[in-house]
């Protein structure tokens, strides 16, 4: 019993850091769902792909205010489908388009409910995407993988919520052009991002 009710304060006492404390470190990982919006529509259509994602963020709380920083590992893309002369998709010939990237949302947000157990809230803010791999892509039409950026800026907005130390963010992010802007076609991607994590302290 002794235990039980040591375990029980230490377990409390630790909640009290997380709840207060103004800064907090975390871990986080989630899944995405990823199109490409383009005007090169004899090249894509907007179908989507599902990837993983991962990494870390730090949140610092002013209040009703906080900031918040993130880095995280992810895949991006969307599906390529090839064009005959008459603009028609060829039937079952489509390909995967995916390219990976380092992304840094640096997000500012505001506490709409914020109680020592429970918050509710919203973020905005934009986000820097640095392109780690060559994109994975089919010889289907004459796009030229050259000419993705090495970096890119897009804007994130979404909700999320803290039980405890756990954290649940849901998001969508908008990039601008991810192709270099003397390329005969531009091309953006949307991103909708689910994600779960825990505040280390």
């Avoid at 947000?109 to 089919?138: C, E, M, Q, W």
């Avoid at 130390?165 to 909708?192: G, L």
Wanted: aromatic share 14%.
């Amino acid at each position: 019993m002794k235990r039980f009710c040591l375990t029980l304060f230490l377990f409390f006492s630790l909640f009290s850091v997380w709840s207060q404390s103004p800064v907090n470190l975390g871990l986080k990982f989630g899944t995405n769902s990823s199109s490409l919006i383009t005007n090169a529509n004899e090249f894509f259509d907007q179908s989507e792909i599902n990837k993983i994602f991962a990494g870390a963020f730090v949140r610092v709380n002013m209040g009703k205010i906080y900031f918040q920083p993130e880095v995280y590992f992810n895949t991006k893309g969307g599906i390529l489908s090839s064009f005959n002369s008459n603009s028609t998709i060829i039937p079952n010939i489509s390909e995967l388009f995916s390219y990976q990237t380092i992304d840094i949302p640096i997000l500012l947000g505001i506490n709409i409910i914020n109680k020592p157990i429970f918050n509710l809230r919203v973020h905005a803010g934009p986000v820097l995407s640095y392109v780690t791999t060559d994109p994975l892509i089919s010889d289907l039409t004459n796009l030229n993988i050259d000419d993705l950026k090495d970096n890119y800026v897009g804007i994130q907005a979404g909700i999320g919520f803290d039980l405890w130390f756990v954290t649940i963010d849901a998001r969508v992010e908008n990039s601008f052009n991810i192709f270099i802007d003397n390329s005969n076609y531009s091309a953006a991607n949307r991103v909708y991002l689910l994600s779960a994590g825990i505040k280390l302290f």
